[in-house]
């Protein structure tokens, strides 16, 4: 785990909720319009699963030998009513060149495998079109923020995933399949270009929500915080104590180096926010969700 001065980190924690209130630089503003948005209307949703629906994913995560444990499925419980106020979303997750003109910009580290190894170096994962990996949840909200954004809110990506009406994966209920709906199972051994999976978008065209890379969730991971929220219609929720900064935070979609167990938009796991791997990278949102003090 790499060291992190603390102070470097306090412009991230903003606690305002409307989009744009600080003028962006020249290179942010270049950078911003290489972003395509996809507008999510207000509104409620069903985020989370039964009890018996987390109990049949387990069991067929068994059968395919998955390394997923109870507890993990246990944490997608119970369902419960979430509003969210309108947002926009990147189509696709941030890319090598995106995140290239934020290092330029502002002089950020490069990015770095778990090992502390130069991830640019390895041609597995510098082309500009993959997404960027090797970036710890600092980095990622860093990027965010230095745009007028956000990393979403769990609740944000579960509702651009699932949509209301539940689906299992970010195309419906249909089982992934390897070169249709997305990168998993290392079937090309690294991240692939963004967008590379028509048959695997969203609805509303959001790509790569399942597989190619996990992606960072602004919120702490906290295996009962769905418990916490399921009484009444939860608004805006958000699960972020900032100043732990030690706390593991929220990942959520698969990846290209696992199974189509981890694929399902309902699956919450978790990484340190101050490590990173060549296998989680991150998108954005618009307006900056409110952090609560």
């Known amino acids: 785990m790499r060291c992190v001065c603390l102070t470097a980190f306090v412009f991230l924690f903003s606690t305002v909720s409307s989009f744009v209130t600080a003028e962006l630089s020249p290179a ?3 950078t911003l319009v ?5 507008a999510i209307a ?18 067929a995560a068994k059968l395919r030998s998955s390394l997923l444990e109870k507890h993990t499925f246990d944490a997608e419980v119970p369902q419960h009513n979430v509003y969210l106020s309108a947002y926009q979303i990147s189509r696709d997750e941030i890319t090598n060149a995106q995140y290239r003109a934020f290092i330029e910009a502002t002089g ?12 640019w170096k390895d041609e597995n994962f510098n082309a500009d079109t993959q997404p960027v990996v090797g970036v710890t949840w600092f980095d990622a909200q860093a990027f965010a923020e230095w745009i007028g954004g956000s990393l979403p809110t769990e609740a944000q990506w579960e509702r651009a995933a699932r949509g209301t009406e539940r689906r299992i994966y970010p195309w ?13 199972a290392r079937r090309y051994n690294h991240p692939t270009p963004v967008g590379q999976f028509p048959n695997g978008r969203s609805p509303d065209g959001i790509a790569d929500l399942a597989g190619n890379v996990w ?3 602004l919120d702490e991971y906290n295996p009962s915080f769905y418990q916490q929220n399921s009484k009444d219609v939860k608004r805006n929720p958000l699960n972020l104590r900032f100043r732990d900064v ?5 990942i959520r979609g698969g990846a290209w180096d696992v199974g189509s167990a981890f694929l399902r938009s309902g699956l919450r796991s978790k990484f340190y926010p101050l490590d990173s791997t060549h296998t989680i990278g991150f998108r954005v949102v618009r307006p900056i969700p409110k952090i609560k003090k």
């Open 28 to 30: 942010a503003e270049k």
């Open 34 to 38: 290489t972003i395509e948005w996809v």
């Open 42 to 59: 207000e509104g409620e949703f069903i985020m989370g699963s039964t009890s018996e629906e987390a109990e049949a994913a387990y069991t």
């Open 108 to 119: 950020r580290p490069t990015p770095r495998g778990q090992q502390g190894e130069e991830t």
């Open 172 to 184: 419906g209920n249909e089982p992934p399949k390897a070169r249709l709906h997305a990168n998993f």
């Open 215 to 217: 992606e960072w969730c």
């Open 246 to 250: 030690l706390r593991a935070r929220v």
